[in-house]
């Protein structure tokens, strides 16, 4: 089963798009932060998706930037707040909805992007 690594500080956001990604069948760990990814890392799981949150805490981050040069990302940025973002397949800018998230997590998968 394709695992996806949920990387936000938005709590809703991250519970949300994990659980909606479960019920799919795709097994999905939430993260708060850029820690977590990396001992999810170190404990051998890697990821076939991220999905992550544009704060400066986590896409400023050069484990997270290095990770998302190897999978596809995607990345919920604000219109607002401006964000340095690594180069990543999709950004998807607030209001976004968890359907569209999840939809592009799934167009993922299917393009066998899974590493």
Known sequence: MPAVFVIAQDWTLRTSVR??????????LGMESADDAG?????GQLP???VMEATPEIAGNSAIRELVGRV???VIASRTEHVALPPVDTVLYRPVRIGEIVARVEELLLRGHIT
């Open 19 to 28: 659980a909606e990604l479960r019920e799919r069948g795709i097994d999905a």
């Open 39 to 43: 001992q999810s890392l170190a404990e």
């Open 48 to 50: 076939a998706v991220v």
């Open 72 to 74: 596809p990302a995607i």
